[in-house]
């Protein structure tokens, strides 16, 4: 694979060290045949260039069996629970066999299943998935959404667009920097630990000063009432989320029993 | 006050009892610590713990030789950035393994990290750490800290662990704490219950500082003395991965061994008398080439070495099969000579008193690695 790979680069020029295209150089590129998965490329019978080489690979790994099982199974552990069974797994696979891998078909079986299943195992959320589902829930606007991001190459973004970044870092989630290449990992043990937990209740205790950034006709009244209409909105038992939010008292305090209930830490 | 014979008598045996029980439980629990400092991105070995009176190494790395060395016996030196370290030397109490590392050759960081941690021999083949299964086996729950923010790896294995990163913002008042811990109840949480009672029973000595490592080793020293408290500190310090400017006696990698050195003195200072009772580790996934390159730096490599001290060490001591600069594995790194998990599993037992052949069966399955409890340390 890594021989398949050769010649694919970032297009330097002294212009734009920053970022740019990602182009294939044939002159980088290792010749010969490679074989991967038990199957040859670039065969003395069937001369391929460089850069086809690539697009069939991938096209050979998308339909492999394996690719299918495992992210199928991605899908279960990251909506149901850590170790999903293979009755959760069979339909998303049938879904991918059934339409040939369109992605809309595979989201709707994944999200039948999570339906199907998610009352039994209630999966407890990594940071992001959290801050995004109270952000939305409080219609909070604290940090700007995608459509007010201006990306300009090789300028450093202003701080009001870097906010989320620094948040999501005091979270233990920082997005950007997984320590490994395969990404954060998604089981409960891994964002149960006591610091994390802790770090959740401190930015929910942050909230009233968050507020202050908001633009003003974004804020509502935080009062009861306002508390009882998101919980009945969003919840399958919203007495029990109400008597929870109302043992504490000042809104500040709310916010941090909100944040932190068993029904907003897991799906 | 009425004082007959019989009370007399039931109140003296019971101290008597509660006396003769308490003494052997006294004895046997003596608290031993382990400090874990990872040293992620590759130290190299031959800059922390140089050869002395090696000519071939000026052949191959002429701008990173060091022009003071802090002299330990006829053929090695420490780094001069690591003066605490040498201070213990001389008092007995600190010790270096040579040419070693985990048996990992490909050196990619991802997969050597990986394998550092978990003890294994094939990249995120395991999900829990060597010190991790460890614990479990000595049946030490809750007595494992981390100061990094992830739990690392290396202590994942075991039910209940801690760790402590302190936040820049504050914590809810403990009143609201108590009232989420009474919904957790009221919705039977177990697994919340149990993380919120470990918050709530933090002791005061885990609040504040910054998350620089001179204040989170301070703050480590203190929780470490604790007779009750975490007997596993593990830090992390990223860096190591000097591919440029990795300069001599200052430089890239100097800075780096510095702060392994203040680690250890605040914990020496912080520590006390319990610094006899406590054993200091180092971790890296694996050592750099030891030819430069063109940017004065180094690649990744193999053989490394591992900085011990603490009181619970034998004596001072390089403990090396040394193989020489002559014989290079795969004509670029420092062979290694002494598979490191050997290293690993001796300390587990000598900390957590456990047999080093209990460990190698059920913590390394029963890979093939040396014993070396009798050398390095007091059994």
């Known amino acids: 694979m890594a021989k398949i790979l050769t010649g694919w680069a970032k297009k330097w020029s002294k212009k734009n060290s920053w970022a740019g295209p990602l182009v294939f150089q044939p002159e980088l590129h290792e010749m010969g045949q490679k074989n991967i998965l038990g199957k040859s490329y670039n065969t003395k019978e069937n001369k391929m260039t460089g850069n086809k080489q690539l697009f069939a690979v991938i096209k050979d790994l998308c339909n492999h069996k394996s690719c299918r099982e495992f992210i199928a199974k991605k899908l279960c552990q990251h909506f149901i629970t850590d170790e999903p069974s293979q009755e959760m797994i069979d339909p998303i696979i049938q879904a991918w066999v059934k339409s040939d891998g369109f992605l809309p078909e595979i989201h709707k079986a994944t999200m039948k299943v999570a339906f199907e299943y998610g009352n039994k195992h209630k999966k407890f959320l990594m940071p992001e998935p959290w801050l995004i589902q109270n952000a939305k829930m409080l219609n909070f606007k604290h940090y700007w959404g995608p459509d007010r991001y201006v990306f300009k190459p090789g300028k450093i973004p202003p701080k009001r667009e870097r906010n989320i970044q620094w948040i999501l870092e005091d979270l233990g989630h920082p997005v950007f920097k997984p320590s490994q290449p395969n990404g954060f990992i998604d089981n409960e043990e891994e964002w149960t630990s006591p610091e994390l937990m802790i770090r959740r209740m401190v930015y929910a205790n942050q909230f009233q000063t968050y507020l202050k950034n908001i633009r003003r006709e974004n804020q509502s009244t935080y009062d009861d009432e306002f508390f009882e209409n998101i919980i009945y909105k969003n919840f399958s038992n919203p007495e029990n989320a109400l008597k929870t939010v109302f043992s504490a008292n000042s809104t500040q305090n709310r916010f941090v029993m909100f944040a932190n209930m068993p029904e907003v830490l897991k799906t | ?379």
């Open chain 2, 1 to 379: 006050m009425n004082c007959t014979r019989r009370s007399f008598l039931q109140g003296s045996l019971a101290t008597l009892f509660v006396g003769g029980l308490n003494l052997p439980l006294l004895a046997a629990s003596v608290k031993k610590n382990l400090v874990i400092i990872s040293l992620r991105g590759g130290m190299d070995g031959l800059t922390a713990v140089p050869v002395i009176g090696d000519p071939k190494i000026k052949s191959y790395r002429s701008e990173l030789l060091l022009d003071q060395k802090l002299k330990l016996n006829s053929d090695f030196g420490f780094h001069p950035k690591l003066s605490t370290l040498h201070n213990l030397w001389k008092k007995g109490k600190a010790s270096v393994v040579h040419a070693t590392s985990i048996p990992y050759t490909q050196r990619s960081h991802f997969d050597g990290q990986n394998l550092m941690e978990t003890g294994g021999l094939v990249p995120y083949r395991e999900k829990t750490g060597w010190l991790g299964r460890g614990l479990k086996l000595a049946n030490l729950d809750g007595s494992g800290l981390a100061l990094t923010l992830p739990m690392p790896l290396l202590l994942r294995g075991i039910e209940q662990n801690n760790n402590f990163y302190p936040a820049h913002n504050t914590m809810p008042r403990i009143e609201i704490v108590k009232k989420l811990r009474t919904a957790y109840e009221g919705a039977s949480e177990e697994k919340l219950l149990n993380i919120i009672d470990v918050i709530m029973n933090r002791p005061l000595t885990m609040q504040g500082g910054d998350q620089s490592l001179d204040s989170l080793s301070k703050k480590a020293s203190k929780i470490l003395q604790d007779p009750l408290g975490p007997r596993i500190a593990v830090f992390d310090i990223e860096g190591f991965d000097t591919h440029s400017g990795q300069g001599n006696d200052e430089g890239g990698h100097a800075d780096k061994l510095e702060e392994i050195d203040t680690v250890i003195k605040n914990l020496y200072e912080g520590l006390g008398k319990e610094f006899d009772n406590t054993l200091i580790l180092t971790l890296t996934e694996f050592g750099r080439t030891v030819e430069q390159n063109g940017g004065y730096g180094t690649e990744h490599g193999y053989g490394s070495a591992i900085l011990m001290a603490g009181g619970l060490l034998k004596k001072s001591q390089v403990l090396t099969d040394w193989p020489g600069l002559n014989k290079l594995f795969e004509h670029r790194d420092l062979q290694s000579t002494i598979d490191a998990r050997g290293i690993y599993a001796s300390a587990m037992s000598a900390v957590l008193d456990l047999e080093f052949e209990q460990i190698k069966k059920n913590v390394f399955w029963n890979s093939d690695i040396s014993n070396f409890s009798e050398q390095l340390f007091k059994t």
